[in-house]
């Protein structure tokens, strides 16, 4: 069976009526998600506010203005601030091809069509241009900002669940706060997840790690270019058979090995099985392809057959419709 997914370029330098009208379209199937294991089983508003002023508090003032802008309702505070957030899992592939004075950040998200929001959003909430593969309304599946630092998320392949925040709004307190690998780095190392997550990481100078965050354990932060869907070892053998994890992580490890690589050739692996899959019906079909050069401010995405080139300086609004299936 065919599933659609409209891919929208949204910018919107402060909160507004745009971030607003996104809010209402999406929060019906948030709001589903966001009680669908009971209320209770959800942190208090308290907590929530409480968790980011103590972890991300530069935050605060652009959450506050999204609250607002959401209605100022107690339930959809307690989910912007993504704080024990649902459990979620993702497949996911991401390599640093770590060429000098051109880095690239290339990935494949892989999940199911119709959970995936399809928002770039190009804003400027706290003083810099961040452009970013939105979730959760705010949050980051991947992205980068105008200080040259490109992120991207994958799921760690671990049952864990512990107390902290979803990955995605971490990621863009990365981007909104951080200019650099190792800033960003010693961020990883002290915000908590709540679940296990594989956070890839470059710089303009070139600079790259791969950051295996969970709940209940440090922190590993290391120079490894490429990451997929298990921490070191495997831990959960259905999802790593499912997901084919280490399949995708040794054929980007050779890749970016080998200093033949061109940027092409990773981005054609990138479009091909293994990297590239189709298994839409059980949730790990790859929904795009991303491709950051942050030393000069432009990002690809990329669907077999269509591109969108965007830059800071070039991000016109448009919309895509981009249909999966077995083909």
């Not at 309304?137 to 107390?163: H, P």
């Amino acid at each position: 069976m065919e599933k659609t997914l409209v891919f929208r370029t949204l910018h919107e330098a402060v909160p507004g009526a745009k971030w607003r009208s996104l809010f209402d379209y999406h929060w019906p199937a948030y709001e589903a998600w966001y009680l669908a294991e009971g209320e209770r089983e959800r942190p208090a508003y308290l907590s929530c506010y409480n968790a980011l002023r103590r972890h991300m508090p530069e935050l605060l003032d652009t959450y506050r203005a999204l609250c607002e802008l959401a209605g100022g309702g107690d339930l959809a505070a307690r989910f912007l601030s993504l704080y024990q957030p649902p459990a979620y899992i993702t497949g996911c592939s991401q390599a640093v091809l770590a060429r000098p004075g051109a880095p690239l950040l290339a990935r494949n998200y892989d999940y199911p069509p119709e959970l995936c929001e399809g928002t770039v959003l190009y804003t400027r909430w706290n003083g810099r241009g961040v452009i970013a593969m939105t979730d959760c309304l705010w949050g980051v599946l991947d992205g980068m900002n105008e200080q040259g630092l490109a992120v991207s998320l994958a799921f760690g392949g671990r049952k864990a669940v512990g107390e902290g925040f979803g990955a995605p709004i971490i990621l863009r307190y990365l981007l909104e706060f951080c200019d650099s690998v190792p800033q960003a780095a010693e961020v990883l190392a002290r915000v908590p997840s709540h679940m296990a997550y594989n956070i890839t990481l470059t710089d303009a100078a070139g600079r790259y790690v791969t950051a295996m965050i969970a709940p209940d354990r440090r922190a590993s932060i290391r120079r490894v270019p490429v990451a997929t869907n298990h921490q070191k070892k495997i831990e959960w053998y259905a999802h790593a058979l499912a997901s084919e994890t280490l399949i995708r992580e040794r054929q980007l490890s050779i890749l970016v090995d080998d200093p033949a690589t061109t940027e092409g050739r990773l981005l054609e692996a990138f479009a091909a099985p293994p990297l590239f899959r189709r298994d839409y019906a059980r949730g790990l079909g790859t929904i795009y392809t991303a491709a950051y050069w942050p030393a000069t401010g432009r990002v690809n995405y990329r669907w077999p057959g269509q591109t969108l080139e965007l830059a800071f300086e070039h991000f016109p609004e448009q919309q895509l419709r981009v249909r999966y299936g077995p083909r």
